[in-house]
Every structure is written in C-alpha cells, then in structure tokens.
C-alpha cells in the first residue's frame, strides 16, 4: 500500500506538470520540425510533430516500467492470489461507474448510462462494495468511457500525438479528458474534501499497479517483434483509443498488434508469465 500510494502521488501531481510540459514541448517542437526532406512528411503523416520531445519521454517512461513498474507488478502478481486481484480490479471498476455514467449521459448513451447506474447500486450492495461483479454475474457486463472519448464523440479532434512522464500518451484531447475524470471523479472529491488524500494516491497507485501487471508479456512480446517500438505503441494506442470511442465496433483488423484490452483474462499476469514476461 505504501508503494502504491507513492506511485499513485507522482501521477496524481503528474496532470499539471504535464500539461506545462505538453504546452514547452509544443514551443519547441514546433520551432524544431526538420526542413523538407528530413523527416518533416513523415512526422505530419503520423501526426506526430513533437516525435523527439515524445521519443525522449517515451524512453524515460521506459526505464522508469522497467526499474519501477513492472518489478512491482510481477511482485504482485507472485504475492497476490489470482480471486483477489480480480476482486481489487472489480472493486476499482466499481470506485469509477460514477464517471462511466456522467460520461455515458454526455454522450447521449441512455441505456449504457442505465446500465451503468444498476451495475453501480447492486454491486456497491450486493457485490460487497464493488469486490464482486455481481452483476457480471448474471449476465450484465459493463463498460468504460472517459471525458477523452467523450470530446471526440462531441466532434473534438485528437491533436498531436503526446507522451507525457509517466502518463504514457496523452494527445491533448485524452489530456483535457483525463484532468477533468480527475476534477470530477467523486470519490476523489470527497476524499480529499475530507482531508484524506492519500487514499486517492493510493487508489490511483494500486490502478497503475494492476493495469501494468495485466499486460505482462504482452507489452513484452510487441517490444520483442517492433522494428521501432515507439511506433508500434502510437499506432496500438490509437486503434485501441478508436475502438473505445467506437464503443468496441470498430474492426479487429485494423488492431494491427492486438494488445489485450485491460479486461481480457488471457492479459492476466499469470498467463503472460507462460509466455516470457520476464524477457526484456
């Protein structure tokens, strides 16, 4: 819990530093795109006109998953029995309905936003606070949005491709969307009206540390077979992000390196350990 609610510090603080390095990283980026014929088409073909300033974060991002992260991840896969975790990621799906549903009504999505409501009341009762996905269980799965998909559902383009410290990529829309689930998010609010911000850090720790550890060996395995990993991890990023917005119809073709979505059994810890997690 300690170790989480550090890691859950440094990217609850990471949303201001971030948007005061996107806003830098712009000025120079900008001031620094090379001359015609040395890369400038391709990075305007990527939408990526940040790319060394993104490099640059997206190696630091690296080290920091490889010294931190992903260490604290595997532990807790090898300490923490497969029924718990799943009942810490059940507990914090629940901890974020409220914002799946405000976020279902900004997007005209009444019935999700229904669904969304009865999946929050009966498993915050019946499903101990969110442990166990009661309502799963009988047959009604639930969902994720967020205020980034929510833009570009209201029509907001992405941006420039971003990578921002410890965030990973942020285009300025998935930016803006992620500060304002921050401001929003109840939970958050109350905690910390409440004086009792450590539990938000970590809350925010404990989400780092699962999500990572259920893309063990995966994350791996695309490192492994990239010619440019920085490349594979933009256009993976933004298929996944398509398919969000597209409330998961977008075509399977176009995820050209089929990461696992977050919720996918086979992207547990467990399996990915068959499957060369430790390889670097």
């Known amino acids: 819990m300690e170790l989480g609610s550090m890691v859950g510090m440094l990217a609850w603080r990471l949303p201001r530093i971030g948007i ?26 990527a939408n990526d006109p940040l790319e060394p300033f993104n490099r640059a974060m997206f190696s630091f991002n690296r080290s920091l998953d490889s010294y931190l992260l992903k260490p604290v991840a595997e532990g807790y896969v090898a300490v923490i029995p497969r029924p718990a975790r799943t009942g810490i990621r059940n507990a914090l799906d629940n901890l974020n309905a409220p914002i799946v549903f405000m976020n279902d009504l900004l997007q005209g999505e009444l019935e999700r936003a229904v669904v969304t409501l009865t999946r929050f009341a009966f498993n915050s009762t019946l499903g101990m606070g969110g442990l166990v996905d009661f309502m799963a269980e009988g047959g009604m799965e639930g969902h994720s949005e967020d205020f980034g998909q929510t833009l570009a559902v209201w ?126």
């Open 155 to 280: 029509g907001v383009p992405e941006g420039p491709y971003l990578v921002l410290p410890l965030l990973g990529p942020r285009p300025p829309r998935d930016l803006a969307g992620f500060a304002v689930d921050s401001v929003a998010d109840p939970f958050n609010r109350y905690m910390r009206g409440q004086d009792h911000g450590e539990a938000v850090y970590a809350r925010t720790g404990i989400d780092m540390i699962d999500q990572r550890s259920r893309v063990l060996g995966k994350f791996e395995e695309l490192e492994r077979t990239s010619l440019d990993f920085y490349s594979a991890v933009r256009s993976s990023y933004r298929q996944r992000r398509e398919i969000a917005i597209n409330n998961g119809q977008a075509d399977p073709q176009t995820d050209l390196y089929n990461l696992p979505p977050l919720d996918d059994p086979a992207a547990d810890g467990d399996a990915s350990s068959k499957n060369g997690s430790n390889a670097e």
């Open 20 to 45: 005061a390095a996107a806003l830098l990283a712009a000025a120079v980026g900008c001031a620094s795109l090379p001359e015609e014929g040395d890369g400038r088409e391709a990075r305007i073909e």
